[in-house]
């Protein structure tokens, strides 16, 4: 008997990138759960930030590893509600999705690192757990059926360069970082001083083991943020403060 995991396999090699992640959007979007309350996160991150920012109609957003512009966004929820913002993503396929189907956002093509380098990006069957992390790759490879694709060499800039290219002056509502791996270093190459984001969206595994010795977490901590919630592997972390001004 096939599993529903082993056929959603199946499929995804017979179908691209670009269909397949369409495809699961809608099944999501017209699945009878979500007439309710429609959610495009993988755990209803998107319906907790529509909570946080009931009063802010159209704030600006940094998706950091922004994957697809429907499929397990953390963002597209605030896009329909006329959000603005920039997607950041090294995969050339993802960054075509979002030129088209989130034209009014600045959506570029790059990888993200504490400094200017050259890295490695591994490419996998399944493209979300795309990484610049060779542990992680290593974790990730003939897991769940998916397998290495290829690897190439790409350029890698720090945060705060690009938010002074783009957004130099411009308040940040939301930071949302999923970068399989390199989470902790996509942070620490922002410019605390100047880029002050309200909230932080980041993926942290490790807190769920270690909880307040988590390394995002604590870093966070020191830059001046406070815990707010944890969704399976999201946390959120605020400004201090932030929903009583």
Known sequence: MIT?????SILH?????????????????????NFKSLSYSGDGE?????????????????????????YLSNTYLLYKAGWRGVNIDPNKNSIKLFNKYRPA??????????????LTYYNFTHSGVNTFDREHAN????????????????????????????????????????????????????DWKVYRPKVILVEDREFREKMTGSKIYTYLVDKGYAFYAYHNITLVMMQKGYLQK
């Open 4 to 8: 529903k995991e082993k056929a959603k």
């Open 13 to 33: 090699k017979m179908i691209p990138d670009k269909y397949f992640y369409s495809l699961l959007h809608l099944k999501k979007k017209f699945s009878l759960q």
């Open 46 to 70: 998107d319906i907790l930030l529509q909570r946080i920012f009931k009063d802010t109609h159209k704030g600006v957003y940094v998706d950091v590893g922004a994957f697809h512009p429907h």
């Open 105 to 118: 956002d600045l959506n570029l093509l790059t990888g993200i690192s504490e400094d200017e380098k050259e």
């Open 139 to 190: 974790k990730k490879e003939n897991a769940n059926g998916n397998r290495l694709v290829d690897t190439q060499k790409l350029q890698c800039v720090p945060l705060r360069k690009i938010l002074s290219e783009h957004l130099d002056n411009t308040e940040i509502d939301l930071l949302d970082v999923d970068v399989e791996g390199m989470d902790l270093e996509v942070l620490k190459s922002n």
